[in-house]
């Protein structure tokens, strides 16, 4: 019987994680769950927070901002179990303060994208509202 089972986690950007680890703890739409290896096959929802797992011994966290969890039994005693976490945004961390630094990192970038974005988007508008004034000017409706 194996001793670990695969956690894999996606985003639509990369694969976040893709480790073999011992055990689980992840919190689901109606509470806190405990994976370990030969649990029984279940798809569910995952809440934005953190799911903890342990991995030689060391725990470990990884930030959700919500998604999914399948937990998938394999046939056969070589292959260990899966666990897939889809998700739309993960960042996994040693402890608790690098995984904090690590979200402002990445929220502060958020916030830059959105800025460019907001940019991009009024100079569209305004040369759109500008090629309107102009059309309109040039071939009046009747």
């Known amino acids: 019987m194996t001793?670990?089972?695969?956690l894999e986690i996606v985003t639509p950007d990369e694969i976040v994680l893709n480790t073999d680890v011992e055990a689980i703890r992840v919190q689901l739409s109606d509470g806190w769950w405990g994976i370990l290896p030969r649990?029984?096959?279940f798809l569910a929802h995952i809440v934005a927070?953190?799911?903890?797992?342990r991995r030689q011994g060391d725990t470990r966290y990884v930030a959700l901002y919500q998604g999914t969890i399948e937990v998938?039994?394999?046939?056969?005693?070589?292959?260990?179990?899966?666990?897939l976490v889809l998700t739309?945004?993960?960042?996994?961390?040693?402890?608790?303060a690098v995984l904090e630094?690590?979200?402002?990192?990445?929220r502060a970038r958020l916030n830059q994208i959105a800025q460019e974005?907001?940019?991009e988007f009024t100079r569209a508008r305004m040369a759109l509202e500008r090629a309107l004034?102009?059309?309109t000017r040039l071939a009046p409706l009747e």
């Open 49 to 53: 927070g953190i799911m903890l797992y």
């Open 72 to 83: 998938q039994r394999r046939s056969g005693a070589l292959q260990p179990d899966r666990v």
């Open 39 to 41: 649990h029984a096959p």
């Open 3 to 6: 001793k670990t089972m695969q």
């Open 101 to 106: 630094h690590a979200l402002e990192q990445q």
């Open 133 to 135: 004034r102009e059309t």
């Open 117 to 119: 974005a907001h940019i």
């Open 88 to 96: 739309a945004a993960a960042e996994e961390g040693k402890d608790l």
